[in-house]
Structures are given as structure tokens and as C-alpha cells.
Nanobody
Framework: QVQLVESGGGLVQAGDSLRLSCAAS????????MAWFRQAPGKEREFVAT????????VYADSAKGRFTISRDNAKNMVFLQMNSLKPEDTAVYYC?????????????????WGQGTQVTVSS
């Protein structure tokens, strides 16, 4: 059974950094693209960042460019999201996702498996 488990969320102040981790299990994910999405209170879930199977291609939402970095460790079946210069508007539940495809994508419908999410709260 495929499982994605996020960790690393928490309560931080504006300007701080956090590193989210997502551990994948149930199969080998080294051939699959992975992504992070987030959902703020009262809003729809939105794309944050995606990475292709080899880690050589990444795409970011405009809100994440220059502040967030997505990376992966295929040997450990993990994907990460380094978040710097956090803002209160980054407050959301962050979800890890993967799909049965090598190529990075921004659409939620592309992704086959989702984690339960980790809460990130940024105070001003």
C-alpha cells in the first residue's frame, strides 16, 4: 500500500525557515514525479512546487519562487520542501503528492497519491 507521510510543520514567526519532509513507502518512487500543495483556511488547495523523477527539473508557484526549494532523495524515498523567509500568508496545511509518471506537473488531478498533510503556521 502506497503511503506518504509529511513531517516538519510547526508554528514559526515571519521570516523564519522550515523544512518539510515527505517519506514515501509501499513501492519505489525513484521513477515518479512528486509535488507539494497547500491549503489555507477557507481556501482551495493550491500548487506549491513539483520535481521530476530525477530531481533535475523543478517548477514553483509564483508565491514560492525565490523562497522555497523542493528536492528529493531517491535512495531514501523522500522529498523535501525548504521554506525560507516565511510569511503569514504561507500558513496552510502542506500536502505531499506523487503520481505514476516521471514528469513534473502542477495540476492536482495529475497526482495519484496524497499524504495527510502537515500544518504550517506563520505568525506576524
Amino acid at each position: 500500500q502506497v503511503q506518504l507521510v509529511e513531517s516538519g510543520g510547526g508554528l514559526v514567526q515571519a521570516g523564519d525557515s522550515l523544512r518539510l519532509s515527505c517519506a514515501a513507502s509501499g513501492r519505489t518512487f525513484s521513477n515518479d514525479a512528486m509535488a507539494w500543495f497547500r491549503q489555507a483556511p477557507g481556501k482551495e488547495r493550491e500548487f506549491v512546487a513539483t520535481i521530476n523523477w530525477s530531481g533535475t527539473w523543478t517548477v514553483y508557484a509564483d508565491s514560492a519562487k525565490g523562497r522555497f526549494t523542493i528536492s528529493r532523495d531517491n535512495a531514501k524515498n523522500m522529498v523535501f520542501l525548504q521554506m525560507n523567509s516565511l510569511k503569514p500568508e504561507d500558513t496552510a496545511v502542506y500536502y505531499c503528492a506523487t503520481k505514476n509518471n516521471r514528469w513534473a506537473g502542477q495540476g492536482q488531478d495529475e497526482y495519484d497519491y496524497w499524504g495527510q498533510g502537515t500544518q504550517v503556521t506563520v505568525s506576524s
